[in-house]
């Protein structure tokens, strides 16, 4: 994060901006270094009994393919871009067994439509990264950082999680 909700001066003359971490220079010699702030997540499992002749490679390969992915439609309730599949896990059964409990473990991080970066609000979809760039002014002398463009990023693939048939 580079720039935070609220900023409170604490001392000196120059004004940040919201700006974390900023150096105090102007122009290319400005750097703004920011700080990583861990993001809250709600964790669901899913659990299910499945045929064993239903976990062929062929269906973990699929599987396999959607780690990692963030739905592209509505999933148990969670709006597009929302959740995140984080992979599948199941023993192997007794020899005799026809039947496996599968775990499918998902991570959830909620769309915000009045996201705040240096003032301004924007809208993201739950993993979608947000970041700001910023320039710098001077008022009656004294060097200011400020945000010139706020861009949201899509950092990760969409995909149906239909063929987990959940």
């Known amino acids: 994060m ?15 901006g919201g700006a974390i971490g900023w ?3 102007s122009g290319s010699e400005m750097e703004i270094t920011g700080v990583d702030i861990p993001t809250a997540q709600l964790r669901e499992t899913y659990t299910r009994v499945m045929r064993l002749s239903r976990i062929t490679t062929g269906f ?3 599987v396999a393919g959607l780690v990692g992915k963030v739905n592209s439609g509505s999933f148990k309730g969670w709006s597009a ?4 599949f984080l992979g599948m896990s199941y023993s192997s059964p007794a020899k005799s067994s026809t039947k496996v409990t599968v775990t499918f473990n998902f991570s959830v991080q909620p769309n915000e439509s009045d996201a705040k970066v240096g003032g301004k609000s924007v809208s993201k979809k739950g993993f ?9 002014s001077a008022e009656s002398g004294v060097p200011k950082a400020e945000v010139e463009a706020i861009y949201v990023e899509q950092v990760c ?10």
């Open 157 to 166: 693939e969409y995909a149906s999680f239909s063929a987990l048939g959940l």
């Open 60 to 62: 973990k390969r699929n």
């Open 81 to 84: 871009g929302e959740v995140m």
């Open 128 to 136: 979608e990264y947000v970041w700001a760039l910023s320039k710098t």
């Open 23 to 25: 150096n105090g220079k």
């Open 2 to 16: 580079t720039h935070s909700l609220k900023q409170t001066k604490a001392f000196g003359t120059k004004d940040a």
